[in-house]
């Protein structure tokens, strides 16, 4: 059994990873939990198909708006006391969204909340790392560091599980269930956890409005863009003015003299490569819980808590992996990691796609020919998430760790959003043309075709969309699904694809500095 090795904490340096896990878990359950409940949500507080989508999708625009100043803050004012901040924050946050009330005021106090509670969940990151850096000797470090970001990016896939079963009791309990774990995280934390020392350094105001500017407007136009389509002004205006302010953003950093971020980070090959992987794995490991979602509850007719069970093989091939990347990474480095991940997720998204459009199985039982796909997806990004996630913080300047992991987070949010903006315009497409294609053969309109496509894609996947399209059109409506989000899984396989680029470009020296 592997040991970690703290350094002048003791057992403390372990218990303080014990409730640094607990409380970053919930940040990345929260990423995915939501969408699998939307449905109930929906109906339940009477939200429109925007609200809900809004609801799902603000807590990562948040989230990425926020990062970079969330690691800058744990730098100066200190880890501990903003990983405290941050739990806190998260759990009155997560009770908020639970207490959501039905009627007018549902869609601005559920999506107000969930906007919270990614600010919450970008302030308590980037110190969570800086508190595991400082908790371990240089030998055990290499461990901790696997541990926590092999766990918390397995969480990613529990949330979808959690939700199937919390929601069958009440969908507000998705929410409450994190404030247990915020008071326990909070304990531990609290006392196991050694104090870091308040710089004497200012936060950069400036390139924090640019950033949550450049970085909020970006991800808004990825998000609207399913829906007003990429060529519509509104989308373009989001996506030129957030470029425009991430620019202007790049220059200010480089010119003052305590930026939000140090961008020079990026002259090390190593660390951009990591932080790409990262990015490109998000593309596809975000999004397939959205996707896999809506095609067990809409092609594959199972219920919200068997839809759960997809992700249960995506979660068991995401583990096994990891602790086998983690350990090699540990022995040879990224660059092999990075290889092997990219080799496994093509392999594992491929075959899904392939196989995606057959639906001549049983659905529910746990070992079908859908079971090795899915589970050798998750396989894939499992393999190397952790292990670059690790690689881009050990490549730290100076000690700023805070700032490092909030670039690579960053990343990773941006990539899911990018990931989940493509791949729903292309399947929304599909699945227009090939039901208007049905329904007209069958005597249907194009606006009936439009009617369905609104019902299985516009909240975010709602399972409710069976029983509100007509059972003669039932069959079209599945295997038409199926047909549209294999282009979606065909997506995340190249995504995976870029991964086998970026090992080959990842500098051969094992150089990862402590």
Not at 212 to 224: D, E, I, N, P, S
Not at 310 to 338: N, T, W, Y
Not at 370 to 393: E, R, Y
Not at 426 to 437: E, F, I, P, S, Y
Request: some cysteine; hydrophobic content about 55%; aromatic content about 10%.
């Amino acid at each position: 059994m592997t040991t970690l090795t703290s350094g002048t904490t003791g057992k403390t340096g372990v218990r303080a990873l014990v409730g640094l896990i607990l409380a970053v878990s919930m940040t990345t359950i929260d990423q995915t939990i939501v969408a699998l409940s939307a449905p109930t949500i929906q109906s339940q507080l009477g939200l429109s198909h925007d609200g809900i989508q809004w609801a799902v999708n603000a807590y990562l625009l948040a989230t990425a708006a926020f990062f970079l100043l969330g690691g800058r803050l744990a730098d100066v004012v200190g880890h501990k006391r903003m990983v405290m901040v941050g739990i806190a924050a998260f759990g009155v946050t997560s009770l908020l969204c639970g207490l959501a009330p039905a009627g007018d005021l549902a869609e601005a106090w559920l999506v107000g909340a969930r906007v919270l509670q990614g600010v919450s969940g970008a302030i308590m990151f980037p110190a969570a790392i800086g508190i595991v850096v400082q908790s371990f000797s240089r030998e055990g470090r290499g461990r901790a560091m696997a541990m926590f970001f092999a766990i918390t990016g397995a969480m990613t896939a529990i949330g979808p599980m959690a939700g199937g079963y919390l929601t069958a009791w009440t969908w507000r309990s998705i929410f409450w269930v994190n404030v247990p774990i915020a008071i326990v995280a909070m304990v531990v934390v609290g006392l196991s956890a050694a104090p870091s020392p308040r710089r004497a350094e200012r936060v950069d105001r400036v390139g924090a409005v640019l950033v949550a500017l450049g970085m909020g407007l970006v991800v808004f136009g990825f998000q609207q863009a399913s829906g007003w389509g990429w060529t519509s002004p509104g989308v373009l205006a989001a996506l030129v003015g957030g470029v425009v302010f991430l620019a202007a953003f790049a220059v200010h950093e480089l010119r003052t003299h305590e930026p939000l971020v140090n961008l020079r980070a990026f002259g090390d090959r190593g660390f951009t490569i990591s932080t790409l992987a990262t990015l490109f794995s998000s593309v596809a490991f975000i999004a397939v819980f959205f996707f896999l979602s809506v095609y067990g509850q809409v092609s594959l007719g199972l219920s919200a808590t068997l839809t759960g069970v997809l992700f249960l093989k995506l979660f068991l091939g995401f583990v096994i992996a990891s602790r086998f990347g983690s350990s090699m990474f540990d022995r040879v480095g990224a660059r092999p990691v990075l290889a092997i991940g990219g080799a496994l997720g093509v392999a594992g998204f491929g075959w899904l796609a392939a196989t995606v459009t057959d639906l001549d199985f049983d659905h529910s039982a746990f070992l079908n020919q859908q079971t090795w796909p899915i589970a050798l997806a998750g396989a894939g990004v499992g393999f190397m998430l952790s292990a670059a996630s690790t690689d881009a913080v050990n490549r730290a300047i100076g000690a700023s760790y805070g700032e490092v992991t909030a670039l690579s987070q960053s990343m990773k949010n941006f990539g899911g959003a990018f990931g989940m903006a493509v791949f729903t315009t292309l399947v929304t497409g599909q699945l227009t043309t090939r039901l208007t294609a049905s329904f007209e053969a069958m005597g249907a309109t194009a606006a009936d075709a439009r009617k369905a496509v609104d019902l299985v894609t516009g909240a975010g996947g709602d399972g409710g969309a069976p029983s509100a399209v007509h059972e003669r059109v039932m069959a079209a409506v599945r295997t038409d699904y199926a047909g549209a989000v294999q282009w979606a899984f065909t997506g995340m396989a190249l995504a995976m694809a870029v991964l086998l680029v970026l090992a080959a470009l990842y500098p051969r020296d094992r150089r990862r500095t402590a």
